[in-house]
């Protein structure tokens, strides 16, 4: 009698191969990615655009001032409300609810008559944007569940904050040399219109499986955590550390104190603080705060260099941008396949290290005026950017419950926010400070001139046109070497906070033996 071999089954042998990824994944991908792009080009397209709201609606500086700022405020204040009410209600709803209001509102923010009214849109603008950072990439998570393809899909969805960011400058820079300064807004409403018709049709819904009550106290206590802290980094790098910067910052330390221990005594808790215990969650944060950092203070200063010190078009200057937003773009989709041979604990660090060098590269600007050299720094901090955003926002995502995946996201856009918040408050207050201390202006200059002069290169170039003659030429240099000798200084500094984070980072992601 023979006796036959056993074989065992294929799917005994080796590990099924994931399924093919469908024309509906792909779609669904590319409408999570527009608004992402939306809401970060938002926060950066007005920079090209501000001298021409200033002549067209004549805004005080304050309300100049909150034109920018109350964006981002409202946005960062509401962010973890919003990732609650997404694993609520759902997280598709939630994001159409905040497409269709944040195209309207674009519209009505273009068309505004007065400061007072484009601020009111503004602040509106941010409502909206808070609903859709939070379900974009908690619903990557449904609409990819193998691991292997959601992290390609999450390093995709990555580039689309950072390359909005650059994205902003760029449309600003070549709209407002053919349109007026309402156009920036447009743009939102033909992608808007877009999301909304494809959106219902490729994304399918997903909310937390038993969502709790409503804490409305802690919706409050969040709001008035975020928004005081972030005013208060704003006004004290703006006007120093005067009463409403301490009283804000007041706010937000006793506002957060009693919002932490709420959330401790909660069953079921607005924000999930159990998730920062572990170590890749909160590595993961950190660094994606850094990364923002590195390349929102970096956004800052090469603006104003290509266009005040180099001499470049606001749409040439924009143009510059392009390499930083490529080198994100490739090095984010790089990070899938690095991943594969090298572990978190490497790769985040060294991404991180990359844009440090960056910075480093940066620091020679003050040489000469170099476009060339910025442009190699920015590639460099782009680049870091890329690789280390991907793979935390992919830790940050695979390390919650599938249930709170909206929260955890939104704690992954808040510390964006703050990461922006902060390059660009920390770094823009040493490059003022530099700035200040180097310029010489000459003793013709009268003291309104003298005064424009030392609050801005803007406004030092205005007063050497006005001036004239030899002490204008003399001003204008001296406010251009003194504005470079700021980057050079910024630059050092971002370069050192920066490194030193991929060190702290580093650590934090180190295996943990034994455990």
């Not at 957060?256 to 998730?275: C, E, M, N, T």
Request: avoid cysteine; aromatic fraction near 6%; charge should be neutral.
């Amino acid at each position: 009698m023979s006796t036959a071999t056993p074989t065992r089954a294929p799917d005994e042998t080796a590990p099924a191969a994931p399924p093919r990824v469908t024309a509906r994944q792909w779609a669904g991908l590319a409408v999570l990615v527009l608004p992402t792009l939306l809401v970060a080009a938002n926060g950066t397209i007005l920079s090209f655009a501000l001298p021409t709201i200033s002549t067209s609606l004549r805004p005080t500086a304050t309300q100049l001032l909150w034109v920018v700022d109350v964006y981002p405020l409202v946005l960062a204040g509401l962010l973890v409300a919003m990732g609650f009410l997404g694993d609520r209600i759902g997280r598709r709803r939630l994001l159409l609810v905040g497409t269709a209001g944040f195209g309207l509102v674009s519209a009505v923010a273009a068309l505004a008559p007065t400061a007072g009214a484009l601020i009111a849109a503004r602040a509106v603008l941010g409502v909206f944007g808070a609903m859709l950072m939070p379900p974009t990439l908690a619903l990557l998570r449904s609409v990819f569940p193998d691991a292997g393809q959601r992290r390609l899909a999450v390093a995709i969805w990555a580039t689309g904050f950072s390359a909005g960011a650059a994205l902003g400058p760029i449309l600003g820079g070549v709209l407002l040399e053919r349109f007026w300064w309402g156009s920036a807004f447009l743009v939102a409403v033909p992608v808007s219109a877009l999301i909304l018709l494809v959106g219902p049709r490729v994304l399918p819904e997903s909310r937390e499986s038993a969502p709790g009550p409503v804490d409305l106290l802690s919706v409050v206590l969040s709001l008035t955590t975020m928004v005081p802290f972030v005013y208060a980094i704003k006004t004290a790098a703006e006007h120093g550390v005067s009463p409403v910067a301490v009283a804000s910052a007041v706010v937000a330390v006793v506002s957060g104190v009693a919002f932490v221990r709420r959330q401790l005594g909660r069953a079921r808790p607005l924000l999930d603080l159990s998730l920062f215990r572990a170590p890749v969650f909160s590595a993961s944060v950190a660094a994606n705060l850094m990364g923002i950092f590195a390349f929102a203070g970096l956004l800052f200063f090469t603006s104003q260099y290509l266009q005040l010190v180099v001499g470049l078009s606001p749409l040439v200057a924009a143009l510059h941008l392009l390499p930083s937003m490529a080198a994100t773009i490739v090095t984010g989709l790089l990070a899938v396949r690095l991943s594969r041979r090298w572990p978190l604990h490497v790769l985040v660090p060294v991404g991180l290290a990359t844009s440090a060098v960056g910075y480093g590269v940066a620091t020679q600007l003050g040489g000469g005026p170099e476009a060339g050299l910025l442009v190699a720094a920015s590639v460099l901090v782009g680049a870091g950017v890329g690789l280390a955003e991907t793979l935390t926002n992919d830790a940050i995502l695979t390390s919650a419950p599938a249930d709170r995946t909206g929260a955890a996201s939104a704690v992954s856009e808040t510390a964006y926010e703050l990461g922006a918040v902060l390059g660009t408050a920390v770094l823009g207050s040493v490059l003022g400070a530099v700035y200040r201390a180097s310029l010489e202006v000459p003793a013709s200059a009268d003291a309104d001139a003298a005064d424009a002069a030392t609050q801005t290169l803007g406004g030092a170039v205005e007063a050497a046109g006005a001036l004239g003659g030899a002490d204008g030429a003399a001003l204008l240099a001296s406010a251009q070497d003194a504005f470079a000798a700021g980057v050079d200084a910024t630059a050092a500094i971002g370069a050192a906070v920066v490194l030193a984070a991929a060190a702290l980072v580093a650590l934090a992601l180190r295996p943990r033996h034994g455990r």
